[in-house]
């Protein structure tokens, strides 16, 4: 089947929305769900893999912003995974921020080991490092109240997602169930 890559059309929405969603269901984003897909503003882009029956199969959004141009999304819907569309969008992203004179391009990715695995394959360096926790009442009643110490009235606290510096890290995986190292991983364009 015939894809191209192409600039995001407002028309894509539904089937960006899937793409991401699809892609993200067995990775530690699989909560991360969206209903509409955030602006990407200039000179940041969003770009998509189309099928010819004009199904998204790839998105890439990238922010820009001074000297830094950030991945905001990478996806493959689970249809078109492992046939090289990743790095094609990839290919396509640095060209672009490298033509507006941006010298390094960089993501924030949680701890998957396939997604890792991509990052350093792609070229991507690791540099830094915070913590994700989440506290759901849901799995242990008592987490949401560790994560918020002061209470307001009428409001009972049911989740919680949290940044934790790393030096933190083995305490809160003793306190809370879902614990994410994010990274951050960079590389020269220019």
């Not at 089947?1 to 407002?10: A, D």
């Not at 915070?130 to 242990?140: I, T």
């Amino acid at each position: 089947m015939n894809q191209v890559i192409r600039e995001y059309r407002p028309a894509d929405e539904i089937s960006w929305l899937r793409c991401r969603v699809l892609s993200f269901l067995n990775t530690p984003y699989f909560d991360d769900v969206l209903t509409t897909k955030p602006e990407v503003r200039a000179p940041g882009f969003s770009l998509v893999v189309a099928t010819e029956l004009g199904a998204i199969a790839g998105i890439v959004d990238v922010g820009v912003d001074d000297e830094l141009a950030t991945i905001d999304t990478i996806a493959v819907h689970p249809d078109h995974q492992h046939q090289g569309l990743g790095r094609a969008l990839l290919t396509e992203a640095r060209a672009r921020v490298s033509a507006l004179g941006v010298p390094t391009l960089d993501a924030w990715t949680r701890d998957d080991p396939s997604t890792l695995r991509w990052y350093r394959a792609m070229g991507f360096t690791e540099s830094q490092h915070y913590l994700h926790v989440y506290a759901n009442y849901y799995g242990d009643v008592s987490e949401p109240d560790r994560a918020i110490s002061e209470r307001r009235a009428g409001l009972r606290p049911m989740a919680a997602f949290l940044h934790a510096s790393m030096e933190t890290e083995q305490l809160m995986r003793e306190q809370f169930a879902r614990v994410h190292v994010c990274r951050r991983f960079a590389m020269d364009v220019l």
